[in-house]
């Protein structure tokens, strides 16, 4: 069991950039390192979508086609945290951003056993 919860959504114009985090707290014998880690997202009236996940180690690290050479996952497995670096922000990145959890990388949003609460991320035109 894990509790993941996020930080550092706000408002930006587009262009701009916001570091997410996504901080965890271990509820069994399992480490931090033995989570693949995820950020998801799901904007208004839209089904929620992968953006980016990180393996064990720090790889692999598959991107959305959407977000691929703005948006960067990266881990620090000795604070239990996941970030999401994201640049170059465009209005349709508009969208509460999840953390999550799994033992492997998973594609499918319902395939994560652990979810954050969400942080909201608005870019505006």
């Known amino acids: 069991q894990v509790q993941l919860v996020e930080s550092g959504g706000g408002l930006v114009q587009a262009g701009g950039s916001l570091r997410l985090s996504c901080a965890a707290s271990l509820l069994s014998g399992r480490t931090f390192r033995s989570y693949a880690m995820a950020w998801l997202r799901q904007a208004p009236g839209k089904e929620r979508e992968f953006v980016a996940a990180i393996g064990w180690d720090g790889d692999p690290t598959p991107y959305a086609d959407s977000v691929k050479g703005r948006f960067t996952i990266s881990r620090d497995n000795a604070k239990n945290t996941v970030f999401l670096q994201m640049t170059s922000l465009i209005p349709e990145d508009t969208a509460v951003y999840y953390c999550?959890?799994?033992?492997?990388?998973?594609?499918?949003?319902?395939?994560?056993?652990?979810w954050g609460q969400g942080t909201q991320v608005t870019v505006s035109s």
């Open positions: 999550a959890a799994d033992t492997f990388i998973r594609y499918q949003p319902q395939e994560y056993t652990a």
